[in-house]
Each structure stands twice: as structure tokens, then as C-alpha cells.
């Protein structure tokens, strides 16, 4: 062995013996407090929602008032848990899975759109199923996540490139293009605004040149427009019924119009204080998804406007707090996995109550920690534990 060679040797045992404590420091860090706590409080509501909410239906599908429930009360448990582990891992470990969890990803997606693999529902296929039961999953769950890890590991290790087109802009544009046409093959346009949406913010937050966000900005809202004015001009089809819904659910209150208009009773039932919990009449098999999209709107219609808001605050809270954890991370990785997890969560959170009292067309699209799905409360609560990993390792304040 040359002297040379044993001078890399040395370093490369001296940089893991570095990695290994810096590891161990971070497993003795202490979690983020507030975070945990909104999140757990976020979980323990939606649960309640759930049973309150999807009772009527259970019944009537199974004869199990809590069948439902019972299922994402396992999903939580198993979520919590995984949070707690992942929030014990020290967050660097994700870097080297970033690839494999993205090519993973595309690999499901594709999987989706192969006729005869995807499970179909509502004229939908956005599920993989295992053949015989009744356990499915969307793959563009494990999409989202995929797409953060592997901007944050990328962007992080690029600065002054991210200025640049070829190495800074086309590459995340073209692994968000093509996972957006996979999605829109299912379709699932509210999934595809997800993640197309989380992609460009942390492109933002990696130093793209400003006059590009502008004129991203500027062109979506241009293409929005143009898209809507076409299909009111019946020269584009698909999305029409939406739009035209979404002007005046009344004009086909019974069709297409019908789960639009089911949603604003319940909402304009709760008034200021509510029903009363439980005491819900739209979740009586008038409102459909009631347990699922609509979810909101039951807790409208039960706690009120009032109730409603004190979600939203909390939700508020969650947010602001994850985006203080990214302003405060110790490294440019930790801070862009934190942004891409806490964006995710906030445009999730706003197109959902969005859609649900007409703000927005309906584009199908969950609440976070409240609609019922096993697999997608799983995973959001996972992402809350690589958010806790993260806070873990913020440098304490220096003493003055």
C-alpha cells in the first residue's frame, strides 16, 4: 500500500467515524415539540371525523357502523409509529434512497396505466391492488414522496447551477413532465397539481432566476384561463362537466351537479355552531365521499363555522411551524426536504376545502390527516417524521 493510499484510507475511515457520531447526535436531538403535537392533534380529530362521518355508510356496506374507522384507526397507529422511527433516523440517511425511491415511483405509475394492472374506480384507475383482497394504494402517494426526496438531495448539492438551464431547470422539468403525463394517463389531475406544484416551489426555494417564477407563475394562470374559456367554448371536453358545475351546480342538481350541491347544505346546515357533533344529516347516504373528499364538509355542518376555522387555524399552525423548521434547518438538504413535505401539506389542505365550498372545480382531492385512506395517512405521517428528523439536528441558539 502506498503512502498515498493510505492517506484516503485514513480519511475515508476518519469521514465515517464523522458520519456514525453525527448520526448518533442526531438520534439524542430533541423533536419539535409544537410540530409533534399539531400533528398528533390533526390525527386524533380526522380519526374522530372519520367515525363520525363514514358510520352511515359503514353500516349500510358492511353492517359494521366502525368498519371504516377501525381501519384508519390501524393505519394511524401504524403511521405514529413510523413517524417516530423515521423521526429518530438521522434525515442524511435519505439521501441515498432518493433515486431509488424516484425510479420506484415512475415504476408504479407506469404500472397504473398498463390496462388490466390498475383498479378502476369512478372511472378513475389511480390504484394498485393485490389480487383477491380488498388492499389497494395509489402509487401517486409514494410519487410525492419520491419527488421531494430526490429535488432536496439534488437541488441541495447545486447552487449557483441551479441559475443555469441545463443542469439547473430542464432536468426537474422533465422528471415533472413525465410524471405528470403518467398521472394524467390515470387521470388524476388533483394529483399531478400536487406534485407538480411542490417540484416548482422547491425549485424556487433552490435558486431558480426570479424572472422565471414570475413567468411561470404568469403562465399557468394564463393557461388556466385559456383552458376554461375553451371548454366553455366546447372546443376542449374533457373537464367540461367540472367547470360547468363549478359555475352553477343547480343546473343538474340531481347528476352532475349533485355531490357540488350536497356539499354547500351541509356546509350552510352547521351555521355558526353546528349540529352538533355526530348529528350530521348529509352523511345519511345524501352526501357522497363523506368520509372521504367531502370530509370537510360534514365537519362544517357539525361543528360549525367556528369549528371549522379552529381546524384551519391548526392547520395553519402546522404549516407555519414546518416552514420555521425549514428556515432554521442545519443544512440545505434538511431545509428543502422540510419546504417540499410542508407545501405538500399546505396546497393539499387548501385545494381540498377549496373544492369542497366551491371555490375551486372539484378535482378529487384529499384532506390530510382527515379523509379516509390507510395508506395516504400512513405515509403523510412518515413525512411528518422526516420534518421531526430534521428539527432534530437545528443548531441551538448561541447564548449571548
Not at 125 to 135: E, K, M
Not at 163 to 174: F, M
Not at 243 to 252: C, F, L
Request: aromatic content about 10%; proline content about 4%; some cysteine.
Amino acid at each position: 500500500m502506498t503512502r498515498e493510499e493510505y492517506h484516503r484510507q485514513k480519511e475515508r475511515q476518519q469521514h465515517a467515524k464523522e458520519t456514525e457520531r453525527k448520526s448518533y447526535e442526531a438520534s439524542k436531538g430533541r423533536l419539535d415539540i409544537p410540530f409533534l403535537l399539531l400533528t398528533l392533534l390533526l390525527t386524533a380529530i380526522g380519526l374522530v371525523m372519520v367515525f363520525s362521518a363514514s358510520f352511515p355508510s359503514a353500516y349500510y356496506e358492511s353492517g359494521d357502523p366502525a368498519f371504516y374507522f377501525k381501519r384508519q384507526a390501524i393505519f394511524a397507529a401504524l403511521g405514529i409509529v413510523a413517524m417516530f422511527v423515521v423521526g429518530k433516523i438521522n434525515y442524511q440517511r435519505w439521501r441515498g434512497a432518493s433515486r431509488l425511491l424516484l425510479g420506484f415511483s415512475v415504476f408504479l405509475l407506469i404500472l397504473v396505466v398498463i390496462p388490466g394492472v390498475g383498479v378502476t374506480v369512478n372511472n378513475a384507475t389511480r390504484w394498485l391492488g393485490i389480487p383477491g383482497s380488498s388492499f389497494r394504494f395509489q402509487p401517486s402517494e409514494i410519487a410525492k414522496l419520491g419527488v421531494i426526496v430526490y429535488f432536496a438531495d439534488s437541488i441541495s448539492k447545486k447552487r449557483e447551477k441551479m441559475l443555469t438551464w441545463r443542469q439547473g431547470i430542464w432536468p426537474y422539468v422533465a422528471i415533472l413532465g413525465i410524471i405528470g403525463v403518467l398521472m394524467m394517463l390515470e387521470p388524476h389531475m388533483s394529483g399531478t397539481i400536487l406534485i407538480v406544484g411542490t417540484g416548482v416551489v422547491m425549485m424556487i426555494v433552490g435558486g431558480i432566476q426570479t424572472w422565471l417564477v414570475l413567468a411561470g407563475i404568469g403562465g399557468v394562470a394564463a393557461a388556466a384561463v385559456l383552458y376554461v374559456k375553451l371548454v366553455e367554448a366546447g372546443i376542449i371536453s374533457y373537464g367540461a362537466n367540472r367547470i360547468a358545475m363549478w359555475h352553477d351546480p343547480w343546473i343538474d342538481e340531481l347528476n352532475d351537479g349533485y355531490q357540488m350541491v350536497q356539499s354547500l347544505i351541509a356546509i350552510g346546515s352547521g351555521g355558526l355552531l353546528g349540529v352538533g357533533l355526530g348529528k350530521s344529516r348529509q352523511k345519511f347516504l345524501y352526501l357522497p365521499e363523506e368520509h372521504n373528499d367531502c370530509i370537510f364538509a360534514i365537519v362544517c355542518e357539525e361543528l360549525g363555522l367556528i369549528g371549522a376555522c379552529v381546524i384551519m387555524l391548526i392547520f395553519a399552525l402546522l404549516i407555519i411551524r414546518g416552514f420555521w423548521i425549514a428556515l432554521h434547518a442545519r443544512d440545505r438538504f434538511g431545509s428543502l426536504l422540510v419546504v417540499g413535505i410542508t407545501t405538500q401539506i399546505a396546497l393539499q389542505t387548501f385545494l381540498n376545502i377549496a373544492v369542497v365550498s366551491g371555490l375551486v372545480p372539484a378535482t378529487g382531492i384529499s384532506l390530510p390527516f382527515f379523509s379516509y385512506g390507510g395508506t395516504a395517512l400512513a405515509l403523510q405521517l412518515l413525512e411528518t417524521g422526516i420534518v421531526l428528523s430534521v428539527s432534530r439536528q437545528i443548531p441551538a441558539p448561541r447564548s449571548s
